[in-house]
Nanobody, 118 residues
Framework: QVQLVESGGGLVQAGDSLRLSCVAS????????MGWFRQAPGKEREFVAA???????YYAESVKGRFTISRNNAKNIVFLQMNSLKPEDTAVYYC????????????WGQGTQVTVSS
C-alpha cells in the first residue's frame, strides 16, 4: 500500500525558510509525478508545486521564485524548499502521487503544518 509521510513543518517568521520532506513507500514513484498541495483554514486545497518523472517542475504563480520542488536520486523522497515565507503561506501542506502525467493524484499524505507569523 502506498504511504506518504510529510515532515519539516513548523512555526517561523515572515522571510524565514523551511524545507519540507515527503517520504514515499509501498509503490513506484519513478514515473508520473509527485506534488505538493496546501490547505489553509476555511479555504479549499490548492496546488503548490509538482515534479514529473523527467524532473520537469511547475509551480503555482503565488510561490514561483520562492519555492523549489526536488527529489532524491531514488525518487522516493520529494522536497519542498520554501524561502521568503509569507503569512499567507500558512497552511497544512500535503504531498501526493499521480501515477502518470494524465491522471489525478491518487494517494495523499497526512500533512504537515506550516505557520508563518508577521
Amino acid at each position: 500500500q502506498v504511504q506518504l509521510v510529510e515532515s519539516g513543518g513548523g512555526l517561523v517568521q515572515a522571510g524565514d525558510s523551511l524545507r519540507l520532506s515527503c517520504v514515499a513507500s509501498g509503490g513506484s514513484f519513478s514515473s508520473g509525478r509527485m506534488g505538493w498541495f496546501r490547505q489553509a483554514p476555511g479555504k479549499e486545497r490548492e496546488f503548490v508545486a509538482a515534479i514529473r518523472w523527467s524532473d520537469h517542475t511547475y509551480y503555482a504563480e503565488s510561490v514561483k521564485g520562492r519555492f523549489t520542488i526536488s527529489r532524491n536520486n531514488a525518487k522516493n523522497i520529494v522536497f519542498l524548499q520554501m524561502n521568503s515565507l509569507k503569512p499567507e503561506d500558512t497552511a497544512v501542506y500535503y504531498c501526493a502521487r499521480a501515477q502518470t502525467d494524465y491522471v489525478e493524484y491518487d494517494y495523499w499524505g497526512q500533512g504537515t503544518q506550516v505557520t508563518v507569523s508577521s
